[in-house]
């Protein structure tokens, strides 16, 4: 009886050393203080759920990442040519308006300076940036002995002239000159000196 038992735990020490251990997984080790952040290794793999801001990346390898990647400025080529300003006496950039300023011209050189005057104010309205038509006007309201609104319209002119541009210096020659004469007929002769001075400066 007593070699039984002791034959039976002899079998049973030996079956337990047969058995191979068990082998213990350790859980992926975290990194930081981010929860859920963890980057195993998998055959030279690298596979991060790291939030960066712009969403969890991802690279394999060497392969680059896929981020945010800011935009890179335009060339120098695609940025648009300064506008260069042009000024012409018979042209205010409205079809309507030069039809207008065409025909107000017409009538000041008939003498009809009234309709000429007429033109001209409809033409404004239309195209109220326009050089041409304000020095026009003011030629008109000289002849029409409007002395006080001729020098307004000569200056209105001279505010929307270009700084520069072909038959420029004519126009504002022409301005000043208008100026000069409307301050001389209304009895400012210092004022039409001045003025004629600074038109020669256009000649």
């Not at 992926?28 to 929860?35: E, I, V």
């Not at 000024?87 to 009234?114: C, F, I, M, P, W």
Request: charged share 20%; with cysteine.
């Amino acid at each position: 009886m007593w070699n039984k038992l002791t034959l039976a735990m002899l079998v049973m020490w030996l079956g337990g050393c047969a058995v191979a251990p068990t082998s213990t997984v350790e859980p992926p080790q975290r990194t930081g203080n981010h929860q859920g952040a963890y980057e195993p290794s998998r055959s030279g793999s690298v596979y991060s759920t790291r939030d960066s801001g712009y969403g969890s990346t991802s690279t394999q390898g060497s392969q680059p990442s896929t981020g945010y990647v800011a935009p890179t400025p335009a060339p120098s080529s695609v940025r648009k040519a300064p506008v260069t300003a042009s000024y012409s006496e018979n042209s205010t950039g409205v079809s309507a308006a030069d039809a207008l300023l065409r025909e107000g011209k017409t009538y000041h050189q008939r003498g009809q300076y009234a309709n000429a005057a007429n033109n001209f104010e409809r033409a404004i309205r239309m195209a109220p940036r326009s050089p041409a038509l304000y020095l026009a006007m003011a030629k008109t309201r000289l002849a029409l002995n409007d002395y006080n609104n001729a020098i307004q319209m000569a200056n209105r002119a001279l505010s929307l002239l270009p700084s520069e541009g072909w038959g420029v210096s004519d126009a504002r020659a022409d301005a000043w000159t208008i100026i000069a004469d409307s301050r001389a007929a209304s009895g400012d002769r210092r004022g039409a000196e001045e003025a004629r001075a600074r038109a020669r400066e256009y000649w």
